[in-house]
């Protein structure tokens, strides 16, 4: 039986100023609470319709009907649990980076998480204006990849110059991305939706690449998700070759 | 003013079979109505909140309770317009095909097509269980792009035999995609979100394909959508060259 303030304190961290106060995040249904149990991240509390054998301590059983009501989902999965920030280490600059400007939209974000831990990008830099990583709809879609993606929320311009690795970053009139050979090194920085890259960070992108477009001219652009997929692929081939 | 009938009239073509036997379907919002305008789609009514200067015959200003009501969006945006199914041509032979096999999510399904039309694929076979094209979800994730790739519902098996084009397919366990170069022309098989593709269509995969997994083994597989755009980049860049 959960209380109503039990209620409360869960559905408070759907709300961003909770999660940073508190320092919890909620992540629900089976297969993306054990991912994150795998990767090591410390459970807080776990409520489940059913009798569960992974965890003895801070494990309650709840009934479909309560579960409902601490769930974000439209449809509750099973079981829910709240997970303690992971603390981040210290940015390293080396490696293949991943550094977002302003992407606002959750499942965009989740879906680059996603595409990081396939392509082995363990650094994700966010803008602060960048959906935040422990919003609930960016866990779901991080499929458990959030435990293995460091993201760290900075200043972007500052950031950025204050590291040695070349800059890359993904406009419309940028140079074509198959053209020549990418490092395997190296920041490759993504827009936002509508706007792309912002003037401020423009300034400080050393090389504008580009994924061509054969079809109609009167396309949108791509999304921010599929054009993060291409040009990650593009950065790991050149590793393989 | 809309009567109750139309209300239901329009409706009703949020389901896939009023949409079949009327051969009609949605788009909402200024921007995708005026990409399948420009496209030259043939409109059959068109409701606004504001003026408009398009379109003078079938056009009725409407309420925003009014589009409210007629609307499938969580927000409606100031226009709907219902517009008469293309009349596809017949399947070609030739060029570069996405052919997809039970793909149900209308989300993903909206990308592939926005992404055929950035890569310059107007011919996409889809199976029976796909996702229709003409889902709402769908019209509105495709940006316009619908109008500029012609989809066919077809048995996926015997189409795919049909046709003399080599046949590629997405599996986890096919032969790296960055080894060796892929053809200019050919089909391109992706299988369902969480199954991958069918045994029976995996008997007339002629090669299967892979994108290398650089991060850690227990991540999910590639969502279909990321994945389909990784692909069709490769086939496109192969062309560059």
Redesign the interface.
Known sequence: MISKSEIKSITQLQQKKYRDTRQLFIAEGPKVIS?LL??GMEVEAHYDTAPTHILKENYYQVTAQELKKISCLKTANKSLAIFRKPTSAALVDSGLIVALDAVRDPGNLG?II?????????QLICSEDTADCFNPKVIQAT???IA?VAVHYVPLKDTLQSLSLPIFGAFMDGK?V??GTLPSQGILVMGNEAHGVSAEISEVIQERIS??????Q???S??V???T??LL??F??AI??
């Open positions: 991912e795998l990767a879906t996603r595409l990081c831990d396939w392509f082995g990008v363990n499929m458990g990849s293995r074509n198959y053209d994924i061509p477009q054969f079809g109609s009167t396309t949108e791509l999304n998700a599929t054009a997929a291409i692929s593009e790991r081939r393989e070759r």
